[in-house]
């Protein structure tokens, strides 16, 4: 995938591929092993530099994600 925005800023590739990182906060969704936290990434074809990028989960998303766990 290519993006007329983005550039590797350690080798200069423009090809990059996304995925969905998810991650329990702190506290009691630690501890039930809730994951709370939403980021995508983006990693370059070339060198595998990622970046991170939280998002926002909707509250039916929250919910739905809640009664799968």
Known sequence: MTHD????PKCDNDAFET?????SGGGIS???DIENQRF???T???CK???LYATE???IQQV???LTT
Do not use: I
């Not at 925005?5 to 590797?8: K, Q, R």
């Not at 995925?19 to 991650?23: K, S, T, Y």
């Open 5 to 8: 925005d983005w550039t590797c």
């Open 57 to 59: 989960a909707g509250s």
């Open 40 to 42: 995508t990434t983006v």
């Open 30 to 32: 630690s501890m039930l």
């Open 19 to 23: 995925a969905e990182l998810r991650a």
């Open 49 to 51: 530099y990622t970046e």
């Open 64 to 66: 739905l994600d809640f």
């Open 44 to 46: 370059c074809t070339q």
